[in-house]
């Protein structure tokens, strides 16, 4: 059974158009996350979300929003694309408690989205 | 904010032994986690450390010096499937997000 997932792999899409990537995870996790991974491979933490607290990084334009129907469930939201929105998005989840004895996240395997 | 540091690139023969180094900034600091990145693949855990010291699994081992705010993976009996790119990560401030080294990318040459 596959842990986090995702959908689509791919996109492509034109510039204006409004987007939508799914992911859901069968883990069990209190927290979900979702990163942006750019050319250079740079990681970067766009929101984390559990049934209680979203914390956005405030470096991420408001065209982002993650939605979430369930505690399994955390889809991203993109309005407006611009080409600087090209990457790979990648989902992830985790316990989300600091301090514990192991701070591991599950990725999914990663949306490529590409803006023409 | 988080700031962390590691070298962009190392290289190393097959069956060697190399050490990926990681320097941090933090205001408040609640463990250092590695990853592993192939090209085209997601990020994978490697290990965590909390305390000072180090945790050993299988060939990969990773070490923590809080008190000098500095981390590193030793992988050991390197082989060609360990060529990758390694992250090291902490968490945020407020303890809930988490902060992502450069990378570094390792090559492991026959």
């Known amino acids: 059974d596959t842990a986090v997932s995702q959908t689509p792999k791919y996109l492509v899409t034109q510039m204006g158009n409004d987007k939508s990537i799914k992911c859901e995870q069968n883990?069990?996790?209190?927290?979900m996350y979702w990163y942006k991974q750019d050319s250079k491979k740079f990681l970067k933490i766009m929101f984390s979300y559990n049934n209680k607290e979203l914390i956005i990084n405030e470096t991420v334009p408001n065209r982002f929003s993650p939605k979430s129907p369930d505690k399994a469930h955390l889809n991203l939201h993109i309005n407006s694309l611009e080409l600087g929105d090209s990457a790979v998005y990648f989902c992830?989840?985790?316990?989300?408690?600091?301090?514990?004895?192991?701070?591991?996240?599950?990725f999914g395997p990663g949306t490529r989205l590409t803006v023409l | 904010g988080q700031s962390l540091e590691q070298p962009s690139e190392v290289t190393a023969v097959e069956g060697a032994i190399v050490q990926i180094n990681c320097t941090y900034q933090?205001?408040?600091?609640?463990?250092l986690s590695w990853y592993q990145q192939h090209d085209g693949g997601a990020p994978t855990f490697l290990s965590y450390n909390g305390l000072d010291g180090l945790e050993e699994t299988g060939r990969f081992s990773s070490f923590l010096s809080r008190s000098d705010s500095y981390g590193y993976l030793l992988l050991q009996e390197l082989q060609m499937k360990d060529s990758a790119s390694y992250f090291c990560?902490?968490?945020?401030?407020?303890?809930?997000?988490?902060?992502f080294g450069p990378g570094t990318r390792l090559s492991v040459l026959p």
């Open positions: 933090t205001s408040g600091f609640y463990g």
């Open positions: 990560a902490v968490r945020d401030n407020y303890g809930q997000n988490f902060v």
């Open positions: 992830a989840s985790g316990s989300g408690l600091a301090g514990g004895v192991s701070d591991e996240q599950f």
């Open positions: 883990l069990g996790h209190d927290t």
